[in-house]
């Protein structure tokens, strides 16, 4: 096999930013002129995050082939140029879930089923395909060093990297080297026992990623190193930073792709980052601030809108903005009548959502949103959202609902696809990844994309009820985008409002902060010009 492949691990706590971290150097070794792909391997035994609460496991990213992914996935279309598919998530589920499929089929002959080879031998096989045809394959492995979940992985590139010998497999670990307040000074234990598990499993670390929230002295790596048996060059510091773009520009500084590119024997040009640096500038010099309101339930855990954040941030540095998110309880809005949790806004989203918890506190968002001429961008539900309030208050439908929130409504101009009706398998059923939409020419969001035809991506089971659409629109709310061969709406806007755009799909899964979706952009450029036309307090 020609493709070199790195694998990540981390150790000590979860959440050090394994997959930010992949995601970067992936951007490194880009700028350096190498074709790479990132997929992440996932301990867990469900089959796809698609039926986890985000408060467990955060955003579910979506990828084109209608694939229900881990959050990773998603830092890793942002820093790179990589568009991630189902091949770039494996689980627990989906390991043993083809074994078991296999053992039915009597591919192994009547032999013993077991973790080692069988499990693991289809771990490696999973890694061997996705790594193929590329220079370089980054492997994160989900979960720290020491976790039962993690074995059978951990066994697998052990594996690896004994069947693949010489300069061809690299292993990076992540490890925690905390302040501790009491003894004013850095430990490096926790890394140390970290790595001695590692080790005790047969992987000897090549590179370590410290995250620490301040510097570490020389002295200190050449602990780390000698307690490791690590090179000495080869303990990166990782510091926590402001800016989660500058990640890349941080490990180029401490020589991380020189070190890559030295082990693995690599022939490269010098790697580039002035965009990633233009990027930090901008997000760390920006010359006025803007306020979104990000009306949601899970308000709490800031991961489930990872992507939603990201692409506002985006905009923010693309106009030279910061965007300040003002995340808004739905839930406690809807017994607020003054609007006090809002009206400092400059703008109005509403991102996706399930259940009906919350639902009448989105209504009276969008029917402020839309009254006071603040601009307002619906996303997927909040799409809905606008459709339920248009109807109640415009159109007169006074019981106008979604059927996920009243299944008996006569009203429903909310309602689930015919398709969804008989589903009884909750994961990877609802309207997945990428479809087409065609805009009506000359409407707002046709100009927006420069475009009347379009392709974005889909994570839902309820839709816009086409019964209901020639009153609605009779009463002026613009059904400017549609799905042709489905039939269905894509997008909606009011002519008289100065940016009011809602969409069934999810334009924040497709933003980078090197290519910025244009809804995020013209909408943050609207609330920003909102902003400015309001009258000096």
Same mark, same amino acid.
């Given at each position: 096999?020609?493709?070199?492949?790195?694998?990540?691990?981390?150790?000590?706590?979860?959440?050090?930013?394994?997959?930010?971290?992949?995601?970067?150097?992936?951007?490194? &070794?880009?700028?350096?002129?190498?074709?790479?792909?990132?997929?992440?391997?996932?301990?867990?035994?469900?089959?796809?995050?698609?039926?986890?609460?985000?408060?467990?496991?955060?955003?579910?990213?979506?990828?084109?082939?209608?694939?229900?992914?881990?959050?990773?996935?998603?830092?890793?279309?942002?820093?790179?140029?990589?568009?991630?598919?189902?091949?770039? @998530?494996?689980?627990?589920?989906?390991?043993?879930?083809?074994?078991?499929?296999? =053992?039915?089929?009597?591919?192994?002959?009547?032999?013993?089923? *077991?973790?080692?080879?069988?499990?693991? @031998?289809?771990?490696?096989?999973?890694?061997?395909?996705?790594?193929?045809?590329?220079?370089?394959?980054?492997?994160?492995?989900?979960?720290?060093?020491?976790?039962?979940?993690?074995?059978?992985?951990?066994?697998?590139?052990?594996?690896?990297?004994?069947?693949?010998?010489?300069? *061809?497999?690299?292993?990076?670990?992540?490890?925690?080297?905390?302040?501790?307040?009491?003894?004013?000074?850095?430990?490096?234990?926790?890394?140390?026992?970290?790595?001695?598990?590692?080790?005790?499993?047969?992987?000897?670390?090549?590179?370590?990623?410290?995250?620490?929230?301040?510097?570490?002295?020389?002295?200190?790596? %050449?602990?780390?190193?000698?307690?490791?048996?690590?090179?000495?060059?080869?303990?990166?510091?990782?510091?926590?930073?402001?800016?989660?773009?500058?990640?890349?520009?941080?490990?180029?500084?401490?020589?991380?792709?020189?070190?890559?590119? =030295?082990?693995? *024997?690599?022939?490269?040009?010098?790697?580039? &980052?002035?965009?990633?640096?233009?990027?930090?500038?901008?997000?760390?010099?920006?010359?006025?601030?803007?306020?979104?309101?990000?009306?949601?339930?899970?308000?709490?855990?800031?991961?489930?809108?990872?992507?939603?954040?990201?692409?506002?941030?985006?905009?923010?540095?693309?106009?030279?903005?910061?965007? @300040?998110?003002?995340?808004?309880?739905?839930?406690?809005?809807?017994s607020d009548s003054d609007a006090m949790a809002w009206n400092h806004c400059d703008g109005i989203l509403i991102p996706g959502g399930f259940g009906e918890r919350g639902i009448e506190g989105k209504i009276k968002m969008v029917k402020y949103a839309r009254e006071q001429k603040v601009p307002y961008f619906g996303i997927c539900l909040g799409l809905?959202?606008?459709?339920? =309030?248009?109807?109640?208050?415009?159109?007169?439908? %006074?019981?106008?609902?979604?059927?996920?929130?009243?299944?008996?409504?006569?009203?429903?101009?909310?309602?689930?696809?015919?398709?969804?009706?008989?589903?009884?398998?909750?994961?990877?059923?609802?309207?997945?990844?990428?479809?087409?939409?065609?805009?009506?020419?000359?409407?707002?969001?046709?100009?927006?994309?420069?475009?009347?035809?379009?392709?974005?991506?889909?994570?839902?089971?309820?839709?816009?009820?086409?019964?209901?659409?020639?009153?609605?629109? %009779?009463?002026?709310?613009?059904?400017?985008?549609?799905?042709?061969?489905?039939?269905?709406?894509?997008?909606?806007?009011?002519?008289?409002?100065?940016?009011?755009?809602?969409?069934?799909?999810?334009?924040?899964?497709?933003?980078?902060?090197?290519?910025?979706?244009? &809804?995020?952009?013209?909408?943050?450029?609207?609330?920003?010009?909102?902003?400015?036309?309001?009258?000096?307090?």
């Amino acid at each position: 096999m020609k493709t070199k492949l790195i694998f990540i691990t981390g150790g000590v706590v979860s959440s050090l930013g394994k997959g930010i971290a992949a995601a970067s150097i992936g951007a490194i &070794l880009e700028s350096r002129g190498l074709k790479l792909t990132i997929v992440k391997l996932d301990p867990y035994i469900n089959v796809d995050p698609g039926t986890m609460s985000p408060f467990q496991h955060g955003e579910v990213f979506v990828t084109d082939d209608g694939y229900e992914a881990d959050l990773d996935l998603g830092h890793y279309e942002r820093y790179t140029n990589i568009v991630t598919s189902s091949h770039h @998530n494996f689980t627990t589920g989906q390991i043993y879930d083809t074994v078991i499929q296999k =053992e039915r089929r009597g591919e192994y002959l009547g032999k013993t089923v *077991q973790v080692i080879p069988h499990i693991t @031998n289809q771990i490696k096989e999973n890694i061997y395909n996705a790594a193929e045809g590329n220079d370089v394959a980054i492997i994160e492995i989900g979960g720290t060093v020491g976790d039962i979940e993690s074995l059978p992985f951990l066994e697998a590139i052990r594996q690896v990297g004994h069947e693949m010998k010489g300069n *061809q497999v690299l292993f990076i670990h992540m490890t925690l080297v905390p302040f501790i307040a009491a003894a004013e000074e850095l430990k490096t234990k926790p890394t140390q026992h970290s790595v001695t598990k590692l080790r005790e499993i047969g992987i000897q670390p090549d590179i370590l990623l410290c995250r620490t929230d301040r510097d570490l002295s020389t002295e200190l790596r %050449k602990k780390i190193a000698l307690f490791t048996n690590v090179a000495h060059d080869a303990v990166i510091q990782a510091k926590d930073v402001d800016c989660v773009y500058e990640v890349p520009i941080r490990f180029h500084d401490e020589g991380l792709d020189g070190k890559i590119v =030295e082990l693995l *024997q690599l022939w490269t040009k010098r790697s580039n &980052l002035q965009k990633w640096a233009d990027i930090v500038y901008s997000f760390k010099n920006p010359k006025d601030v803007v306020n979104i309101g990000v009306a949601g339930k899970y308000v709490n855990l800031r991961d489930s809108y990872k992507s939603l954040h990201e692409a506002l941030e985006h905009a923010g540095i693309a106009l030279n903005l910061k965007v @300040n998110i003002v995340y808004i309880d739905s839930e406690q809005i809807e017994s607020d009548s003054d609007a006090m949790a809002w009206n400092h806004c400059d703008g109005i989203l509403i991102p996706g959502g399930f259940g009906e918890r919350g639902i009448e506190g989105k209504i009276k968002m969008v029917k402020y949103a839309r009254e006071q001429k603040v601009p307002y961008f619906g996303i997927c539900l909040g799409l809905q959202m606008a459709v339920i =309030e248009y109807a109640r208050n415009i159109v007169g439908m %006074k019981n106008a609902n979604t059927t996920e929130a009243d299944q008996n409504t006569s009203e429903n101009v909310i309602d689930l696809m015919n398709e969804q009706k008989n589903v009884t398998d909750m994961g990877a059923t609802m309207r997945l990844g990428a479809y087409p939409a065609k805009f009506i020419p000359d409407t707002k969001i046709a100009g927006i994309y420069g475009s009347t035809e379009i392709s974005e991506r889909h994570r839902h089971r309820y839709e816009v009820n086409n019964k209901f659409v020639p009153e609605l629109e %009779k009463a002026g709310l613009v059904f400017s985008g549609k799905n042709v061969k489905l039939d269905l709406v894509e997008t909606v806007e009011i002519k008289d409002h100065p940016w009011f755009i809602g969409v069934q799909y999810h334009p924040e899964f497709k933003s980078k902060p090197l290519d910025v979706h244009p &809804l995020f952009y013209r909408f943050v450029e609207a609330s920003y010009a909102y902003k400015q036309s309001k009258p000096a307090k």
